[in-house]
């Protein structure tokens, strides 16, 4: 699965805005959270992306095209030695971090009577476990003040959705966790908040909840701005959330979706509604 390579064009911020900077990605291999490294790393910061497959972690930080500035690691985030041991090797690569992603997210589309507690424990332990390990384990390595942390999250953690039993309950702990954290670490400068994405082109996300062209258009019909986002877009509200111009956001969840999470947007819903 190809994703577009953000174009620095676009982006709203200055080409130095993170020089200087350290960012750990969770996730960071693929995908929104790879899109985010990348984004990044044009910015000027230094980038460590963490995925299990150590293989493919190396492939992701080459494909970032600045060696100097991108370095790949292999962890799952449900061990949290692993994360930390990960954290620690990234400090000494780069130095202490500025910014952390939580990212690294696990789903597949199931009733709950056709997974077994085995299935719903690895999505949570993927999602919510994951997100607390990473998050717990960076406190020591993270520069403070200044220091952003963001997990990303999805629409399911506010709106229960059929087949998804498990990654609604995991990220809706990721959204209160992230809120208690903010309350519990903001006295020593440290933010966190969460980005909630909508529908992204080009994600393995996408492909499992929408696998074919029909189902891609229903969404897109009911979606407010009647197409998918790009990564390059959540990425920059990564870099907003993580820059100066964010300094008294903490706890927020920022919704990156074109308005999936406002409903049904569709011109159905509307003659539905009047008639
Ligand atoms: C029912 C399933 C299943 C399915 C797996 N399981 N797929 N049950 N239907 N389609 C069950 C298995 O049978 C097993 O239970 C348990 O889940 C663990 O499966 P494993 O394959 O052993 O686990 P693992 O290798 O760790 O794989 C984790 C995974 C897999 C989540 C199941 O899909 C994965 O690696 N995904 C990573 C990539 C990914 O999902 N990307 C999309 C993320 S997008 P038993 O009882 O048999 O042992 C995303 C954003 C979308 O998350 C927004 C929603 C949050």
Sequence with gaps: MSLNVPDLAESAFRPDLLKGRTAFVAGGTSGINLGIAARFVQL????????????????AAASLGAPEQALGLSADVRNYEAVHTALRQAVEAFGPLDIVVSGAAGNFVAPVLGMSANGFRTVVDIDLMGTF??????????????????????????????????????????????????????????????????PIANTEGMARLAPTPEANARRIERLALRRYGEA??????????????????????LYCDGGSGLGDASDRALSDGIA
């Design 133 to 198: 390990n990473v998050f717990r384990a960076s406190h020591e390595f993270v520069r403070r003040p200044g220091a952003s942390l963001i997990a990303i999250s999805a629409g399911q953690a506010d709106h229960p959705k059929t087949l998804q039993a498990h990654a609604c309950a995991a990220k809706a702990g990721v959204n209160q966790l992230v809120r208690v954290l903010a309350m519990e670490w903001g006295r020593e400068g440290i933010r966190v908040n969460a980005i909630t994405p909508g």
């Design 232 to 253: 390059s877009e959540v990425a920059e509200c990564a870099v907003f959330l993580s820059s100066a111009s964010a300094s008294y956001v903490t706890g927020a969840v």
């Design 44 to 59: 000027g910061a230094r980038v460590v992306v963490v995925g299990r497959d150590a293989e493919k972690a190396r492939a």
